[in-house]
């Protein structure tokens, strides 16, 4: 907020001295980020500058002064909004007729920019401190107690049947108890529904969460909260390149958004479905190897960027993967158990036996 | 002739009742021009076309059968001699005619036709009025035309005072014709016909009660063309087995120095040196299969001077350009090719470019052939197809520019393609004239044009720039609830 205030004012005395305003900051590209166990991280080789004297700088500089008295007067209201929220705001007639913006595409990179340049020691200020939550998702199941925003003190395995909804501010959420042995991250809705239906949280003593798909902002934070927290993170996701990515985003943050902080969690474990499980002698998959499916030719490309990517290229287990994908050109999906065609109790007992086995190969052991 | 054509006037372009109403207006209104050109007059022409009130004529829309027109038209041309006035008119000029000049005619036959149609569709008689400078009276003359005998009948006379100042003549008749189905096409003729002619003041009523008025925006009138002898490179057999008919020379030498342009003595003997003739023979002596002879040579000989361009009236770049302004373009810019020849025939060819203005974006092309212009068949025309292939962007135009092209041919013997004479041929030297000379102009247009829009962004960019400003101080000022001034930055 004060922060806000600073930028701001530097802005105003900048004009009023009759100077250009200049900004400097260091983009997303390759060139600025570093990748490593940890992660990646910025290493901030290459600044870019907003050179005030140009038309489109000058466009970009009034964007961002608009944002940030947008993201003060709701700071001050204690409201958030959502990016498309902050682009009806420059729907406002006076600001579109100067500023012309033409789809929000353009506003989301304005953020993107604010937290590029507001920093605080260095480190870059996560927009959801000033209140814009990019399309929050994610639900977690497990006994975790916890206060969120509500300020309400809850558990994660009473909140419904999906658990709780993971906060749009993971990092303001306190927690006060874990009874957990492990968290499991499921990349689909129906598996994740399905454990918890046939109460593995409870017989296992993990957590369960469901991403959604490629897991948003909040839930990579949470993630990385439940870490830190000594919680041992395992994540279930389909054997296909798209899913790499997925946990590769996971583990590692991503390019994009390595200027943030606290959204990579290093010690998350890939629990499968791995190529091992389906090709290996003593995989728990080979039964089903017929169910698999060819991959497509979007499957094919995007498994040929993979090797563009330092996360996955530069992580052993992820390159390795990727390249046998490659390989097989065969793709497996997590409901692939379903193929096996067990009763109710068997399915039970081998998501059971399944993730025991899995989980105790990263030496996590379970009941 | 006149039987002739009464049996075969599809060709001549009467073949429906739409088609006929815009030839007679066009042919009538090409006589009346040249006349005025002719006399040395600055054109000024009335049109009126009024239809003639018949029971069916009150049905409202789409009219079934044709109607009925009273056509008038008023030139200030210098006028017909009482005597010469029924011939010149009534009759369909089969004169031999061996000079050449640049002429407007495009179907040879004149005025005379559309007069003939009327009088075939109506049965009505035709009127014409005409008075010479410095004479005290002018007459008006009722006539009818005898088909079969190809003469004029006279059926009234009188004579009428006047100023003797005035001079013109006015031909009121009636056809049958479509006016529904010719207005576009009449009211294009017009627009058109006002930009190569911009030294012509018209005006033109119609029958739905409009009245077009184009007045004259420059008083120069382009240079007449000097009648010329035929190019030997530009006739065939049955021309000159006419003109020997014709000549009174009685040897071949002499024949050829007499009849043709740029053949003097030493031509003459050089030529015919070259093609095994002997330059004392009597031309009328020639047998048929020596005159084929004679005009392959004529054909091929390459020792003839190029043909002389004074039998041309091009209409110089100032009538061009006034002409082209018409439009109200921003960026005008003409050109004038030197004279060229193909096949014997000279030609000139003049280019006008015109950008931006009232223009709308898209390409549009104007043609005119001897100053008349072609409505029809752009598309195949070679001046499209020139336009076709250019490469817009060398210039820094596009496509959708607000663009405009002028081409104009002047000839003796304009290379129309069809019968329908409304577009030119690929012809390539007439192609290359064309392409070289819009490429002069898209060059000098381009400059112009780049200037501006330079500017224009520049401008574009500094007020964006103040406007950003503007915005940022007024924000600024507002979250900061302190006063943030510009002037500093950018003065005032």
């Known amino acids: 907020m004060s922060l806000i205030d600073d930028v701001l004012g530097t802005l105003a005395d900048t004009i009023n001295n009759g100077d250009f305003p200049e900004i400097g900051y260091y983009g997303s590209s390759k060139k600025n980020v570093e990748w490593s166990e940890n992660g990646y991280e910025p290493v901030n080789a290459v600044p870019s500058f907003v050179d005030g004297r140009k038309v489109e700088s000058a466009k970009t500089i009034a964007g961002l002064v608009y944002g940030l008295t947008c993201f003060k007067e709701h700071l ?44 605080i020691q260095g480190t870059s200020v996560p927009r959801e401190e000033f209140g814009v939550v990019s399309s929050p998702k994610g639900t977690f199941y497990g006994d975790v107690t916890l206060s969120d925003l509500s300020g309400k003190q809850l558990n994660c395995s009473g909140a419904g049947e999906y658990g709780w909804f993971i906060s749009s501010k993971p990092f303001d959420v306190k927690i006060h108890d874990i009874n957990i042995d492990a968290a499991i991250f499921v990349e689909k809705e129906a598996m994740a529904r399905n454990l918890i239906e046939l109460k593995l949280p409870e017989t ?79 995989g728990m998959l080979t039964a089903i190897e017929h169910s698999l499916e060819n991959m497509s030719k979007s499957d094919l490309k995007c498994a040929q960027q993979n090797r563009k990517i330092p996360a996955i290229n530069e992580d052993p287990i992820l390159q390795q993967e990727n390249e046998v994908l490659l390989k097989k050109r065969k793709k497996g999906e997590l409901e692939a158990f379903k193929a096996f065609g067990l009763p109710l109790t068997s399915l039970r007992n081998l998501y059971i036996e399944y993730i025991k086995r899995k989980s105790s190969g990263f030496d996590v052991k379970l009941i | 002739m006149s039987a002739w054509f009464y049996r075969n006037r ?31 007059v600055l054109p000024g022409v009335h049109v009126s076309l009024q239809q003639v009130k018949t029971d069916s004529s009150e049905v409202e829309g789409m009219p079934k059968d044709p109607q009925v ?9 210098s006028g017909i001699r009482r005597e010469d006035a029924p011939r010149l008119l009534g009759r369909m000029l089969t004169g031999t005619k061996f000079t050449l000049k640049q002429s407007r005619g495009t179907f040879g036959l004149g005025g005379s036709l559309a007069l003939l149609y009327g009088q075939i569709t109506t049965q009505r008689s035709i009127e014409i009025t005409t008075g010479r400078s410095g004479e005290e009276s002018k007459h008006k003359i009722v006539m009818r035309l005898d088909i079969e005998n190809n003469e004029p009948i006279l059926v009234h006379e009188e004579q009428q005072p006047k100023n003797p100042r005035e001079h013109g003549t006015i ?72 003109m020997i008919k014709e000549s009174r020379r009685s040897t071949l030498k002499s024949f050829l120095r007499g009849s043709f342009q740029r053949v003097g003595e030493s031509t003459a003997e050089k030529f015919l040196a070259s093609a095994g003739l002997n330059p004392a023979a009597a031309p009328k002596a020639l047998s048929n299969e020596n005159l084929v002879h004679m005009m392959k040579k004529l054909e091929t000989y390459s020792g003839f001077l190029a043909p002389s361009s004074k039998s041309l009236s091009p209409a110089g770049l100032d009538v061009l350009e006034v002409g082209i302004r018409r439009l109200k373009p921003e960026f005008v810019v003409v050109r004038q090719r030197a004279p060229n020849v193909y096949e014997g025939h000279p030609f000139i060819v003049e280019i006008g470019v015109a950008y931006g203005g009232e223009l709308t974006p898209a390409i549009r092309l104007f043609r005119f052939a001897n100053r008349i212009p072609l409505l029809y068949d752009e598309r195949t025309d070679v001046s499209s197809q020139v336009i076709r292939e250019l490469n817009l962007k060398n210039y820094g135009l596009r496509q959708d520019d607000p663009l405009a092209f002028f081409v104009h041919i002047c000839s003796t013997k304009i290379p129309y393609k069809t019968v329908g004479k409304e577009f030119i041929g690929d012809i390539d030297v007439v192609r290359r004239e064309i392409d070289l000379g819009i490429k002069d102009c898209l060059r000098r247009l381009g400059e112009g044009v780049r200037r501006k829009r330079r500017v224009h962004r520049q401008e574009r960019r500094e007020s964006r720039l103040v406007g950003y400003y503007e915005f940022i101080a007024e924000t600024l000022g507002k979250a900061t609830d302190q006063d943030v001034s510009l002037v500093n930055l950018l003065g005032n």
Not at chain 1, 205 to 220: A, D, E, K, T, Y
Not at chain 1, 257 to 276: D, H, M, Q
Not at chain 2, 69 to 77: E, H, K, P, S
């Open chain 2, 10 to 40: 599809t060709i001549a372009g009467f073949d429906n009742p739409a088609r006929s109403l815009y030839v007679s207006v066009r042919e009538l209104v090409e006589n009346s021009l040249d006349a005025c050109e002719g006399a040395g």
């Open chain 2, 171 to 242: 031909i009121e008749f009636y056809l049958q014709g479509d006016w529904f189905r010719s207005k576009r096409r009449i009211t294009e003729y017009f627009l058109q016909t006002s930009m190569i002619v911009p030294y012509a003041s018209m005006r033109f009523d119609n029958p739905d009660g409009e009245s077009l008025r184009l007045p004259r925006v420059i008083e120069t009138l382009p240079k007449q063309p000097k009648e010329a002898k035929p190019h030997p490179r530009g006739i065939d057999v049955e021309l000159l087995k006419r």
């Open chain 1, 76 to 119: 001050e209201q204690k409201m958030s909004m959502s990016l498309r929220d902050f682009y009806y705001m420059h729907k406002v007639k006076r600001v579109q007729e100067v500023l012309e913006i033409s789809g929000q595409n353009e506003t989301n990179r304005l953020i993107n920019l604010c937290e590029r340049i507001l920093k």
């Open chain 1, 204 to 282: 296992l003593r993990v957590g369960v969460g469901s991403l959604f798909g490629q897991p948003g902002r909040n839930m990579r934070a949470w993630i990385r909260r439940l870490a830190d927290n000594g919680v041992p993170i395992l994540v279930l996701v389909d054997m296909s390149p798209w899913s790499l990515r997925i946990f590769s985003t996971i583990k590692s943050n991503s390019i994009e958004l390595s200027n943030i902080r606290g959204l990579a969690t290093p010690s998350a474990k890939l629990l499968g479905l791995t190529t091992t499980d389906f090709w290996r002698k003593n």
């Open chain 2, 69 to 77: 027109f009273r056509l008038r038209i008023q030139d200030n041309g």
